[in-house]
Each structure stands twice: as C-alpha cells, then as structure tokens.
C-alpha cells in the first residue's frame, strides 16, 4: 500500500513542522522579468528558422507569448499554491504572522497576485488573437505586404509584452513584503504538535539560552549582553533510563521580557509571551540572581507577576533563580522572600554555569508534563 493511501486510511495527518518551509519569493519583479526574458530567448534559440518569413515570426511571435504565459503562470500560482493556507495553521504561527504584520494583509496580497495572473492570461490571449489575425492569406511573393505584417506583429508584440510587464511590476510592493515575511516565519522553529512544550522565560540575560542549550540539542545563542535572542528557538528534551528514551518534550528559548504595560511591548517580547500562550504545557521562569542583572529585583517579580497575570491560572510555572555560583548576591535573598511573601512560594535555585539543580528542574518539568 502506498503511503498516501496508508494517511487517508488513517485520517487527518498531524501536520509537523514549520508550514513556510520550502517557499521562495522574489521580491524583486524587475529581476523576474529579466528571468523571464532571459529564458524566453534561450528556450526561442532552439525554434526552426525554415519556412516563410512572415509564418515564421508570427510563429515565433506566438510562442514568446505561450512561453511567458506559462512562466507567469507558474510563478504567481505557485506562490499561491505554497503559502500555507493561514486559516488552518497552527495559531503559534499564525499569530506571529500577526506580529510582524496581519493575516489579512497577506490574504489581500495573495488576492492581487492571483488577480495579476489572471489578467495577465487575459492580456496574452487577446494578443494571441490579435496576432494570429494578422494578414493570414499575405503572399509570399508580396514583400510589401509581409513586411508591413510583420511590422504589426512586433508592435502588438511589445506592447504586449509592456502590459504584461506593467502588471508584474505593479506587484512591488506585494512581493517585496511577502518576501520579508516568508523569510522570517522561515527561520521560526519546526513545531511537532504531538510533543508537549516547555517553554523558558524571564527577564533578559537571565540565562535562558544557557539553560536551554544546557538541557537540549537546541542551537541557541548565547551573550553575556542582553538581547541577543531576538527568536524562538527550539530543542528536544528527552527523558531516557538505560539509553531508553521514555518521553520526549519540545523545550522553546524565549526572547527577555521587561515589565512594561504590554502597548509598549517590543516584537521580541510579543514572541515569547505568544509562545506561552499558543505552546506551553510548563512555563519556566527564570530570575536572574546577579547584582549585574539588567533589572532590579523588583522589575523582575514585576516580569513575573505580568506573566501569572496572563497565563499562571492553567499553566504550571516553575521558578528558579539563576547563577547562585555567584556568592553573597542580594538579589538572590530578595527575589526569594518577595515570592514567599506574594505567592507563598520557594524558588529553586540554580546554576546554569555550575549545573547545579538543574537535575531537579527537569524532575519537576517531567512531572508537570505529566499531570
Ligand atoms: N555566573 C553565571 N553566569 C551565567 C549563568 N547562566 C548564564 N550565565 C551568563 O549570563 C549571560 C546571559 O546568558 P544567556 O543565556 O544569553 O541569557 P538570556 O538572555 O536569558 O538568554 C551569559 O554571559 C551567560 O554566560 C550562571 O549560572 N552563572
Ligand atoms: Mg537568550
């Protein structure tokens, strides 16, 4: 049995990964066409030179004008026919679309396109027409006749081609955001929405990225300044007894929140609460505990609490404070009496740097996950 027989017996296929994976845009008409042109004559090269002068330039005339269409054709529809169909989406990727600019924008684009296509097929039609009427019963034996034919022939050629042109340049705008666009969904992760998701938030340099590189195979960066996640990144976690892998979980790396009212949110910050809202199964929060941190103990619980405010009701959160292998730190004692004061609760506390606790993080994230 083939494999997509096997999937339709078995039903709706859960769709991995990221749905912008494999779509190219160019975002630049005007290189289109030169490519366009460019393979018209290449592909015309190889046309016959025999036969009457006039059949033979009306004969090219018209297939410069099949071979555009299908170019076109190809082109526009095919990036219509990539884009993945944004209603039916995972919301995790369809709200970032709404981030970094608007579902419905995208829709409008993807409608002119196909609006373009279209005209552009009615443009080569009647041109064919109108070609193909010219002189057809134009002796050969009249060289005036023929040459004023083919003289018609070029010009309806070129203004032809001018419209199709003007159509496709009229596409600027549309091509250049698609592109922007496309570019960034695809270097967001590949989701698998069998697995559940942790995900690692807190203020900025609290060492996310380290915890998260630490624990998985995620490729993250890392910097001892702040704001050097700008994505999402994700990493497997996996739970394994004698090489045996028991469970496995999708661990996300966030950009640093602040504790700003959420108006004057950066795109970074929307990302990483978006990523709670549409993927966490267990929210990590980590404080950074040093006197170096880039927010005072305050604005951190303040991080915190905007956090509980949007998502702690239904989601586990595990706190921990970060970078204990630094001695007598102040901040440490204070975030951990403010947390037992506000949510009569005890932070675990770590070290990244140190592997301490970590153990014990991923204890709790294992039986978060299975609650
Ligand atoms: N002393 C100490 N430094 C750490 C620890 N974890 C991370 N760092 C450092 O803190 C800085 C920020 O780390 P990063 O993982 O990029 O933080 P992020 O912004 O929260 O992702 C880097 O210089 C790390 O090396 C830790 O446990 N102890
Ligand atoms: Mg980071």
Known sequence: MSNDKIKDLLGTEVRKGNPFRGIYVNPNPQELIKLALSRMDKQLRSLPTKGLLLSRVKKRALNKLDFLEAFFKKYLLSIIKKMPYLDTIHPFYRSIINIWSSVDDIKIELAKIYGAYKLIL?????YKEKIRHISPRVDYRDTKGQKKAIKEIRKIETECFGRIFSVI???KKEFRHLSDIVIKMKKLPDLDPSLPVVVVVGPPNAGKSSFVKLVSNARVE?????FTTKNITFGHLEKQENKLVLKRAQIVDTPGLFDKPLE???????LALNAIKYLANVVLFLFDGSSMAVMSPEEQLNVLSVVISFFGKNRAIILAINKVDIPKEEAIQKIKLELDRRYNTKPILISVKEQKNIDKIIELIWADLSK
Do not use: T
């Open 169 to 171: 340049k009229s596409l």
């Open 222 to 226: 890392i910097a001892s300044y702040p």
């Open 122 to 126: 009615r443009f080569i039609d009647r």
């Open 264 to 270: 004057g949110r950066k795109k970074e910050e929307l």
